[in-house]
Nanobody, 115 residues
Framework: QVQLVESGGGLVQAGGSLRLSCAAS????????MGWYRQAPGKQRELVAA???????NYADSVKGRFTISRDNAKNTVYLQMNSLKREDTAVYYC?????????WGQGTQVTVSS
C-alpha cells in the first residue's frame, strides 16, 4: 500500500499561481497512473490532470495551458503547477495513484482563488 500527503494549497488572488505537491510513502517509479482530481462545493469530483510512468500527461479542458503536472520519481512526488488561477479553480484538490489493488487517495488540500 501507499500513503499520499498533499501540500501547497492556500488562498491566492485570481491570476496568481500555486504549486501543489503530493508525496508518496514509497517509490512511485512503477506507478503508471497518478494525478490530481478536484471537488468544488456542490459539484462532483473531476479529473484535473494525470501522468503516466513515461510522463505522458492528460488535462481537463478547463485547465489546459494553465496547469502542468509533473513527477519526480527520485523524490516519490507528483506536482501540479497552477498558473493564471481563476475563481472557478477553487476546490479541494486530491492526489491519487492507481495500484493493482485499487485507487489510493490523499487527504486533499484546499485551493481558494479570490477575485
Amino acid at each position: 500500500q501507499v500513503q499520499l500527503v498533499e501540500s501547497g494549497g492556500g488562498l491566492v488572488q485570481a491570476g496568481g499561481s500555486l504549486r501543489l505537491s503530493c508525496a508518496a510513502s514509497r517509490s512511485i517509479f512503477s506507478i503508471n497512473n497518478m494525478g490530481w482530481y478536484r471537488q468544488a462545493p456542490g459539484k462532483q469530483r473531476e479529473l484535473v490532470a494525470a501522468i503516466t510512468s513515461g510522463s505522458s500527461t492528460n488535462y481537463a479542458d478547463s485547465v489546459k495551458g494553465r496547469f502542468t503536472i509533473s513527477r519526480d520519481n527520485a523524490k516519490n512526488t507528483v506536482y501540479l503547477q497552477m498558473n493564471s488561477l481563476k475563481r472557478e479553480d477553487t476546490a479541494v484538490y486530491y492526489c491519487y495513484v492507481v495500484l493493482g489493488s485499487g485507487v489510493v487517495w490523499g487527504q486533499g488540500t484546499q485551493v481558494t482563488v479570490s477575485s
